[in-house]
């Protein structure tokens, strides 16, 4: 008595991956976003000349949208002093050419 095998089935072939910023820039949705958070990043980085060397570790950017920009604050004594230098912050941007009708909002994270 002999044993019968099945053939072997065929693996699927799956689709080449591709990295996230492939995936950013073919998708709607996911390229504006992409793109905001990008545009966040550099409002962060326009700022952060401004902000005291040891601060700039508690600060993140926080979303951008038609109304304005939010950085983000690790603690409450952080977002104070932020909220200080909020006019000299919103001055840099300013003069950046970025926020020019929005206005800047400072949070603190929620932990």
């Known amino acids: 008595m002999t044993t019968r095998y099945l053939p072997p089935r065929p693996r699927p072939e799956a689709p080449d991956p ?22 966040s990043q550099h409002h962060l980085a326009v700022i952060s000349v401004a902000l005291p060397k040891p601060m700039r570790q508690f600060i993140q950017a926080g979303t951008l949208d038609e109304n304005g920009w939010t950085v983000v604050a690790h603690n409450a004594a952080i977002a104070t002093k932020l909220r200080h230098m909020q006019p000299v912050l919103l001055r840099l941007l300013q003069e950046q050419g970025l926020l020019q009708q929005g206005e800047l909002r400072i949070k603190v994270r929620q932990s």
Do not use: C, P, W
């Open 18 to 39: 591709m990295d996230f910023g492939q995936a950013l820039s073919r998708h709607g949705t996911l390229a504006q976003l992409g793109q905001r958070l990008q545009a």
